[in-house]
């Protein structure tokens, strides 16, 4: 941070999480093809954002929360090894769809994009990152351009396993432990799986170490007493864990479907890949073994409107679209923090939390909309980005409340996880949880290797089943 005087701080917040999926008795599974996806059009574009915004000398902050399963996928030399192939079948595909379009002047040109496209990742990966997606993420923190933060063990949903604190008690523990391991210190925050909160949570967090969380907005403004300045200053709950709260319009002009950045016609359609849209023949050997088709990452329209029609892609108006919005984005905070301004004694800060994935995977240009912002704030002095730990330094003196229950899914609670759908998963979990906790105490000085083997496998499976992944409902 800098010495200037500013009237208001940003803190964009990425949170980087898929559940943990591997299997090496197959070729191809389909989940794995989720991870795939996310490092080719979510975290490597990132990353190579962050080096252009370093070799260019743009300042810039994020906070990233990488969940332990998603760091484990990605140093598991096995799930490497099949990015690369993943990688190749792309670069394969975009060189065929070159000589197949030769002739047709308005999609061959996407087709090279493509081709180039992949071959830039690659060489970023193999290069750059040295197969290593993770210590790309480590470069960047060492520099102080980034913060990173933890999530729990499995990305359990804590306010519906508190029936065994034990469980709540290893899905945080886990979590720093694993932290420590792959950045070599602990975190000083934690992204709580959905933003869930349940009260007496922060007793644990402040045990662990943990300085810092998220909240989505009603779980500061229901809190108590009602906090001073909104969201738009942390809180400490009563064990002295600071509690930041979700900035509703800045998330809402990338989020919302309807107001949101990324359903500009302009940008690329997510749904319209050339998995679906090519002849079944042409492109089998692209699509899963079975014949299923899936997303290739290779789409050639537009998103154009809510009808059938779709008009060809391009990428150099997308990117133009993309720095307008960001110039949008950037005038809206600073009027934002302006209007805030007039009715605080402190500066207002804007907590922006969205899922990594959002950039890049969903919305093609967004992160190129991120070094864009990056690239806006750069020219004026209204605000500044910062990461939590800063904002924390630079403010250490907070309201105390006890923040309200609360998550950021559908309706603000628990029901996304917890429905007649997804309910009888519940009574399961919390049986496991007590069975394992029994089998620990009984085993707790146990010294056999293979006993040992079998009560480490047992712990995986219930932090795996745990996950908050599995009950979701859309």
Request: proline share 6%; glycine share 6%; charged share 25%.
């Amino acid at each position: 941070m800098t010495n200037k005087i500013h009237k208001g701080y940003w803190i964009p917040l990425l949170h980087a999480h898929l559940p943990f999926v591997k299997h090496p008795q197959y070729d191809y599974f389909l989940e794995e093809q989720w991870l795939f996806e996310a490092i080719s059009e979510s975290y490597i574009p990132l990353l190579m954002n962050m080096k252009r915004m370093v070799d260019e000398d743009v300042d810039f902050r994020l906070t990233i929360s990488l969940s332990p399963p998603l760091l484990e996928m990605l140093s598991d030399e096995h799930l490497m090894d099949k990015y690369v192939n993943y990688l190749n079948r792309l670069i394969e595909l975009s060189t065929k769809e070159i000589k197949r379009l030769k002739v047709d002047k308005k999609f061959q040109p996407l087709a090279g994009f493509y081709k180039r496209r992949y071959e830039e990742i690659k060489s970023f990966y193999s290069e750059f990152l040295k197969r290593d997606v993770v210590g790309g993420f480590r470069y960047f923190n060492k520099l102080g351009n980034i913060e990173i933060i933890t999530s729990c063990a499995t990305h359990g949903l804590l306010p519906l396993l508190n029936i065994n604190p034990g469980t709540v008690e290893a899905q945080v523990r886990i979590a720093v432990k694993s932290h420590q391991t792959y950045f070599g210190s602990p975190p000083n925050g934690i992204w709580l799986p959905e933003c869930a909160y349940y009260e007496g949570l922060d007793g644990l967090l402040d045990t662990c170490g943990i300085r810092f969380f998220f909240l989505d907005s009603h779980g500061l403004m229901r809190g108590s007493p009602v906090p001073k300045y909104g969201v738009y200053a942390p809180v400490y709950t009563d064990r002295g864990v600071a509690a930041f709260g979700r900035d509703l319009q800045s998330s809402g002009q990338v989020w919302s479907a309807e107001e949101g950045y990324p359903g500009d016609v302009h940008y690329r359609d997510f749904y319209r890949d050339a998995g679906f849209d090519l002849d079944f023949d042409y492109i089998k050997p692209y699509i899963s073994p079975d014949g299923e088709r899936v997303f290739t990452g290779i789409k050639y329209y537009r998103i154009t409107g809510r009808g059938e029609h779709k008009e060809p892609y391009d990428p150099g108006i997308a990117m133009d679209r993309a720095k307008e919005h960001a110039g949008h984005f950037c005038d809206a905070r600073k009027k934002q923090v302006q209007t805030l301004g007039v009715f605080m004694n402190r500066p207002p800060v804007l907590v922006s939390p969205y899922d990594a994935e959002l950039f890049g995977h969903w919305w093609f240009e967004g992160p190129d909309f991120l070094y864009y912002v990056f690239c806006e704030l750069r020219n004026q002095n209204i605000i500044d980005a910062v990461t939590p730990s800063e904002y924390l330094k630079c403010c250490p003196e907070n309201q105390v409340i006890s923040p309200c229950p609360t998550s950021w899914g559908d309706r603000g609670y628990y029901d996304a996880w917890l429905n007649e759908e997804s309910d009888w998963i519940y009574r399961h979990l919390h049986q496991m949880a007590e069975k394992m906790e029994n089998i620990a105490t009984e085993y707790y000085h146990e010294t056999d290797v293979l006993n040992v083997r079998c009560l480490n496998q047992l712990s995986r499976e219930l932090l795996l089943a745990q996950s908050s992944d599995w009950a979701f409902r859309t």
